[in-house]
């Protein structure tokens, strides 16, 4: 449909965004009950919420993403956590932020600066 006007490959990528956008959950309907709203199967919709999430996060909001944020794969949990706690640091002083540190230890890690707890760990 589109591809006359922009072209096939613009066309592909545009058709591919539609598809997983559709599958995103409402940030906002996240927010309010993060317990039951589903978590969308692709990566590449988890990537986006997860970044979604860390963007709208806030002291008075945490607790709430944490929720959600645990039933997710790891790898976004961290990924969300990282970027909300550099963008906002009153996050990590948070009962949601020390609670998912606790549980998620094992993908942290003091980075060489000695500074921060939240950077992956790499050898």
């Known amino acids: 449909m589109f591809a ?10 545009f058709s591919g965004f539609l598809r997983m956008f559709r599958e995103l959950p409402n940030i906002d309907a ?5 317990s ?5 199967d692709s990566p590449a919709a988890q990537y986006a919420v997860a970044s979604a999430l860390a963007h709208r ?10 929720l959600y944020l645990d ?5 976004f949990r961290v990924l969300s956590v ?24 094992h993908v942290l890690c003091v980075n060489r600066s000695g500074s921060s707890p939240l950077s992956c760990c790499r050898n």
Not at 4 to 13: L, P, Q, Y
Not at 57 to 66: E, L, Q, V, Y
Request: glycine fraction near 8%; charge should be neutral; charged fraction near 25%.
């Open 30 to 34: 996240i927010l309010l009950n993060p």
């Open 82 to 105: 990282r970027d909300a706690a550099l963008r906002d640091p009153k996050i990590k002083y948070t009962a949601g932020y020390t609670k998912w540190a606790i549980h998620n230890h």
């Open 57 to 66: 996060a806030s002291d008075t909001n945490f607790d709430r993403i944490c």
């Open 4 to 13: 006359g006007t922009v072209g096939t490959g613009a066309a592909t990528e």
């Open 36 to 40: 039951g709203e589903p978590v969308a």
């Open 71 to 75: 039933r997710m794969p790891t790898e």
